[in-house]
């Protein structure tokens, strides 16, 4: 069984693109492969089939391997909570919160779990594609790692180096780094790689070859800047300000906002933007708002009564489109309510009261997958009306068509429950929970139907949902109505795309020689 560890000189210079992109270019040679990263810190998460929680990175992995997310790809995930604690999830489960101190005493008490793990996939795969996390050269972290060079030895995996050339600095990053790295270490780095190149690569070339006799590491290529439709990790996705088409969405940015990647199917319409707001002055006159996930729901709903956005919505509400998802969702009910202390010692904080809704933290944490249908009568009746009929399809088939993409689906992750009041109406019905048939209400609505919230994670890859919300807003602005895109279909189309850019511009011979593989 081969394996190759992509670490980076930094955060956010790549690494887990490129994971992704080697993980499709070995499927598409016909290798079994599998993406694993032991550790990551995210708040962007993902629940399994089975219920279990993962990083978003290792997701898209999956996907890139043609295969369904599982935690064993990311046994490990950091949800930061504040600045100096985080939550521990292991193999999917909440482990308990600690502090950056307590975690990193910790870690020697995951290394044989790790070992263990990774055995059985060095069993049932024949490549496994590890990225590390940050860079190796921290080297205050390095008597305990379990993610970068650590993990590279407990497995005795080689690695390829990845700098990003866009942030500038990039070749005494890869050199500043290598110098940083113990003997051992040092030869365990058998490539290096430079992302996000942007100009003439010519000009480029005098320095790699300068690299290469400094570090005597051979250069693996140089990945050009790109643009595709595909999920970023926390660090490395660019919160887009302006607005640069005819459908203008407004993102509520949350100093802990979590699961943004909720909005990449709305991105994916062609004429919608997605831009993201953090003050009263940004807001301008957007045609929705969306107030995301949060992991800290109380503080961020404190920051917007503090900044003024709280004022900017709920004047908004009046005649606008409000969702709130998960955290944005609490935030819109009469009140949230924390008896554990769950996330602040705020044991009663009053919400915005657009939503007629308290809700209650609990200990235990939510994390299911979720099919759902429709449960409002009249938002039935305004999404028939937007949903766009099939072109050349008989007017029988056509009712087949919108009645099969009438469920909508996606994971919770909270620990919140919600109680409803007189003036709001559940939003959604769940009839599957985890592969379970069964029967519950979430999210809500107002009577006029322009405020709704929901718990469900990813209700815009629904295309049944996503069609109705941009057709209305469409609609009111005079704009012809569209057929949306699946957004599974997109994403695999993208992934192909990456892994035609990523072959062109590495040196794939030697990667597989590397890994003691032929092509």
Request: charged residues 30%; proline residues 3%.
């Amino acid at each position: 069984m081969a394996k190759l560890m992509i670490q980076g000189t930094a955060s956010s210079v790549g690494k887990s693109i490129l994971v992704t992109a080697l993980c499709r270019i070995f499927k598409q040679d016909g290798y079994r492969v599998v993406p694993y990263k032991s550790q990551n810190m995210s708040l962007n998460s993902y629940i399994t089939l089975d219920g279990k929680e993962m990083g978003r990175a290792q997701v898209l992995q999956a996907y890139a391997c043609g295969m369904e997310p599982e935690v064993y790809m990311n046994p490990i995930l950091l949800k930061p909570t504040s600045d100096k604690k985080s939550q521990v999830i292991v193999n999917g489960k909440v482990y308990g919160n600690y502090t950056a101190m307590e975690y990193h005493n910790m870690k020697p008490v995951f290394r044989d779990m790790l070992r263990k793990q990774f055995e059985k996939l060095e069993q049932e795969f024949d490549i496994v594609v590890m990225e590390g996390a940050g860079s190796p050269a921290e080297i205050n972290l390095r008597d305990r790692d379990i993610v970068n060079m650590g993990m590279a030895e407990l497995v005795d995996a080689s690695v390829i180096l990845v700098g990003d050339i866009d942030k500038g600095g990039v070749f005494a990053s890869i050199a500043g780094t290598m110098l940083l790295l113990k003997e051992e270490e040092k030869k365990r780095v058998k490539g290096t790689i430079i992302n996000k190149f942007r100009g003439d690569i010519d000009i480029l070339k005098p320095g790699l070859d300068m690299l290469q006799s400094i570090i005597k590491i051979p250069s693996m290529g140089v990945v050009p800047h790109f643009n595709l439709q595909l999920e970023d990790e926390d660090g490395a996705v660019e919160f887009e300000k302006k607005t640069h088409e005819s459908i203008d969405i407004a993102v509520i940015k949350l100093p802990h906002i979590s699961n943004f990647t909720d909005l990449d199917a709305l991105k994916a319409e062609e004429d919608v933007s997605v831009r993201f707001i953090t003050s009263a002055e940004e807001f301008g006159n957007p045609d929705m708002i969306i107030i995301p996930g949060s992991k800290n729901t109380i503080e961020d709903l404190l920051k917007l009564r503090e900044n003024g956005l709280e004022l900017k919505i709920k004047k908004y509400s009046e005649t606008g489109i409000v969702i709130g998802i998960c955290g944005g969702y609490q935030m819109l009910g009469n009140s949230v309510k924390d008896p554990y202390g769950v996330e602040t010692d705020n044991l009663h904080t009053e919400g915005m009261k657009l939503l007629d809704m308290d809700t209650v933290f609990e200990e235990e944490k939510v994390t299911t997958r979720v099919k759902a249908i429709i449960s409002s009568e009249n938002l039935l009746h305004d999404i028939n009306k937007y949903i766009v009929n099939y072109e050349n399809v008989k007017a029988k088939e056509v009712e087949k068509i919108i009645s099969r993409d009438k469920f909508v689906y996606g994971y919770e992750i909270h620990m919140g429950i919600c109680k409803y009041g007189e003036n709001s109406k559940p939003l959604f019905n769940i009839v599957d929970k985890n592969g379970l048939k069964v029967n519950y209400s979430d999210g809500a609505i107002n009577k006029r139907g322009n405020i709704m919230g929901t718990y469900i994670h990813g209700i815009f890859d629904s295309i049944y949902f996503r069609e109705y919300i941009v057709n209305l807003l469409r609609s009111k602005k005079g704009i012809a109505l569209k057929k949306s895109k699946e957004y599974e279909k997109l994403r695999e189309r993208e992934l192909d795309r990456l892994a035609d850019i990523v072959r062109r511009a590495l040196d794939m011979d030697s990667i597989y020689k590397i890994m003691g593989l032929k092509r």
